[in-house]
């Protein structure tokens, strides 16, 4: 069973659209997050939730908004889409907070291409 | 501004040999961590070192940790094809809240 896992694994749309990727984890975990990898292959994180708390919210747009149902899962709905937009999201999930020194099991990406 | 930067930024050796990647942070942390990643798949954790440790061995991995100079480095040894791939250093610092640091990548070709 794949321990992080998030679909679609493409997302192909146009500019102005909405869309949604879904990210579940069975793993028991209570932190879940959103990265985002660019074209240089940086990562920079998006969100975080804890126990379907919101706990880190970065700067980005309010067109993203994360949401968790409960801790297994954290979606990521994104309004408006721009070219801009063109990355590599990843989910990524930890027992508890990274200041623990706990470890990152990421999915394998959803790779979002705006036109 | 990244925390952890990865110097190189790219590295091709030949299969057998030693690959030796380095990674320099700014500010305190208490812990940093290594991840490889694959082409087109997510990032898989390799080794955590802590900031009150100097050294780590993982199989064929080796991670050093120099707090004074703010820097570590992630050793691999007789380095297979398969090692072919990024590595990430992440840091979680007092600075930077509750959140793991990536920098930008070291792109490793070992090749047959």
């Known amino acids: 069973d794949t321990a992080v896992s998030q679909t679609p694994k493409y997302l192909v749309t146009q500019m102005g659209n909405d869309k949604s990727i879904k990210c579940e984890q069975n793993l028991g975990h209570d932190t879940m997050y959103w990265y985002k990898q660019d074209s240089k292959k940086f990562l920079k994180i998006m969100f975080s939730y804890n126990n379907k708390e919101l706990i880190i919210n970065e700067t980005v747009p309010n067109r993203f908004s994360p949401k968790s149902p409960d801790k297994a899962h954290l979606n990521l709905h994104i309004n408006s889409l721009e070219l801009g937009d063109s990355a590599v999201y990843f989910c990524?999930?930890?027992?508890?907070?990274?200041?623990?020194?706990?470890?990152?099991?990421f999915g394998s990406g959803t790779q979002l291409s705006v036109l | 501004s990244q925390q952890g930067e990865e110097d190189p930024q790219a590295l091709s050796i030949q299969e057998g040999e030693n690959a030796t990647m380095n990674c320099s942070y700014k500010?305190?942390?208490?812990?940093l961590q290594w991840y490889r990643q694959n082409s087109g798949r997510g990032l898989v954790h390799l080794i955590l070192?802590?900031?009150?440790?100097r050294e780590k061995h993982s199989g064929r991995l080796r991670v050093t940790l120099d707090t004074s100079k703010k820097s570590s480095s992630l050793l691999i040894t007789a380095s297979r094809a398969a090692d072919t791939a990024s590595y990430f250093c992440?840091?979680?610092?007092?600075?930077?809240?509750?959140?793991?640091?990536f920098g930008g990548g070291t792109r490793v070709l070992v090749k047959p």
């Open positions: 500010t305190s942390i208490n812990n």
């Open positions: 992440a840091t979680d610092a007092k600075a930077a809240g509750n959140k793991l640091t």
């Open positions: 990524a999930s930890s027992e508890g907070l990274t200041l623990r020194g706990e470890k990152l099991f």
């Open positions: 070192i802590r900031s009150n440790e």
